[in-house]
C-alpha cells in the first residue's frame, strides 16, 4: 500500500491537516509499532498529491500554534483512489533478501547456508512469538483491525517457516546442480563490418 492512497481515503472521509492525517492513519493501521510514518512523509505526499491535481487546499486552521493547512480530496483524486480500490495488490514475493543472501552463500561459498537457514529459522520465531504476544494483548472489541492484521503476519511468518524446511531439505539437491552463470559475452568492441 502506498501511504498517497492512504492519505486520499482518508482525505474522502473528510478534509483534514497534515498532522491530522498522521493520527488519522496511525489509528487505523493500529499504532506505530505496526507502520509508522513520519510527519514529514505526510507532507511529502500532500505536496505531490497537490501537484498531481489529486487534493486542493481548502482552507487554514489556526489554533493557538502555526496555521495549519487544509486539505480536502478533488473529483480527479476520488477517481485515482476508486481505481486503486478496483486493483489487486501485489506482494514483493520475489524480492526477498534472505533468498538473495542464500543463493550468493551457495555461489559464493562465503557462508554455510545451513547456519543461515537456521539464524533466519531463529529470527523468524522470534519475530513469530513477539507479534503472537502483541496480538494476545489485543482487545477484540476495540482493535479487531489490529488483530487481522497480526493475524496475517502470522500466517506469513509460519508460512516462510514452512519454505525454509523446505528448502533445508533440498538444499543438498541444489548444491548438486550446476551454479547459476551469466551468458558469456565476448569482450571489447564488436567487429566493424
Known amino acids: 500500500m502506498?501511504?498517497?492512497?492512504?492519505?486520499?481515503?482518508?482525505?474522502a472521509q473528510k478534509p483534514r491537516h497534515g498532522y491530522?492525517?498522521?493520527?488519522a492513519f496511525q489509528a487505523v493501521i493500529g499504532g506505530e509499532e505496526l507502520w509508522e510514518v513520519k510527519p514529514?512523509?505526510?507532507?511529502?505526499?500532500?505536496?505531490?498529491?497537490?501537484?498531481?491535481?489529486?487534493v486542493a487546499p481548502e482552507g487554514v486552521e489556526q489554533d493557538a500554534g502555526p496555521e495549519k493547512r487544509i486539505y480536502a480530496i478533488t473529483p480527479a483524486g476520488r477517481k485515482f483512489l476508486r481505481e486503486w480500490f478496483t486493483c489487486g495488490c501485489a506482494r514483493e514475493h520475489q524480492r526477498d533478501e534472505f533468498?538473495?543472501?542464500?543463493?550468493?552463500?551457495?555461489?559464493?561459498?562465503?557462508?554455510?547456508?545451513?547456519?543461515?537457514?537456521?539464524?533466519?529459522?531463529?529470527?523468524?520465531?522470534?519475530?513469530?512469538?513477539?507479534?503472537?504476544?502483541q496480538r494476545a494483548r489485543a482487545n477484540p472489541r476495540r482493535e479487531l483491525a489490529k488483530m487481522l492484521l497480526l493475524d496475517k503476519a502470522v500466517m506469513h511468518l509460519e508460512a516462510d517457516l514452512r519454505w525454509l524446511d523446505i528448502t533445508e531439505a533440498r538444499l543438498d539437491d541444489i548444491r548438486k546442480q550446476p551454479l547459476p552463470e551469466p551468458e558469456s559475452k565476448p569482450r571489447g568492441r564488436p567487429k566493424r563490418i
Open 2 to 11: 502506498s501511504v498517497r492512497h492512504a492519505v486520499l481515503g482518508l482525505l
Open 20 to 23: 491530522e492525517l498522521r493520527a
Open 40 to 54: 514529514a512523509q505526510i507532507y511529502t505526499t500532500l505536496a505531490r498529491l497537490e501537484r498531481d491535481g489529486l
Open 99 to 133: 533468498f538473495i543472501k542464500l543463493m550468493i552463500a551457495l555461489v559464493s561459498g562465503f557462508a554455510d547456508p545451513y547456519k543461515l537457514i537456521n539464524t533466519q529459522r531463529n529470527y523468524l520465531y522470534q519475530q513469530l512469538h513477539a507479534i503472537t504476544t
